[in-house]
T-cell receptor, first 110, second 112 residues
């Protein structure tokens, strides 16, 4: 079955760049997503990328997709303490089902 | 639109009791998903509906879990009887065709 994997934890200093990585197995994925979850809240869509793109930039966020290696990354430039959260990678496969990774907890130190 | 609305936000119940979680999707969205989030397993898809019809319920852990979508604006996830290991945050999400999913704030369930 489909599988999405992420590292569990990332710690960076305020002002540095953060890079969160994700690997997936379903080569038929149409869209790949990054969601952010703050404490006590639901998931909020940050950005998404269509599978025929290899890069998407949105202000401080850059998404890179390597379809050959099935690798997705999210880069946050000038990371702020407010970026501390759990970040989920997700892919949409058959039937528009979303498969999520386990989430990466980003901690930003002042 | 107010987004996906879930109720209650928090539920504490005793083992053996029936629990019903509710979800109101965004109007016009034809997909609805129920997810469970725990520390051990992360985010798991339990079941999803398309046009009110259950499409895939393979993620439902046991027969104690059931979900319904009687109309396009309402869905329930029921656990009967509840057990302590069901304690988790349950998310509902809705989606229009080929777009992103929007999540509710979740229901934190504690079964004691």
């Amino acid at each position: 079955g489909e599988d999405v994997e992420q590292s569990l934890f990332l710690s960076v200093r305020e002002g540095d760049s953060s890079v969160i990585n994700c690997t997936y197995t379903d080569s038929s994925s149409t869209y790949l997503y990054w969601y952010k979850q703050e404490p006590g809240a639901g998931l909020q869509l940050l950005t998404y990328i269509f599978s025929n793109m290899d890069m998407k930039q949105d202000q401080r966020l850059t998404v890179l997709l390597n379809k050959k290696d099935k690798h997705l990354s999210l880069r946050i430039a000038d990371t702020q303490t407010g970026d501390s959260a759990i970040y989920f990678c997700a892919e949409s496969g058959a039937g528009n089902m979303l498969t999520f990774g386990g989430g990466t907890r980003l901690m930003v130190k002042p | 639109d107010a987004g996906v609305i879930q109720s209650p936000r928090h539920e504490v119940t005793e083992m053996g009791q029936e629990v019903t979680l509710r979800c109101k999707p965004i109007s016009g969205h034809d997909y609805l998903f129920w997810y469970r989030q725990t520390m051990m397993r992360g985010l798991e898809l339990l079941i999803y509906f398309n046009n009110n019809v259950p499409i895939d319920d393979s993620g439902m852990p046991e027969d104690r879990f059931s979900a319904k979508m009687p109309n396009a604006s309402f869905s329930t996830l029921k656990i009967q009887p509840s057990e302590p290991r069901d304690s988790a945050v349950y998310f509902c999400a809705s989606m229009a065709q080929e777009t992103e999913a929007f999540f509710g704030q979740g229901t934190r369930l504690t079964v004691v």
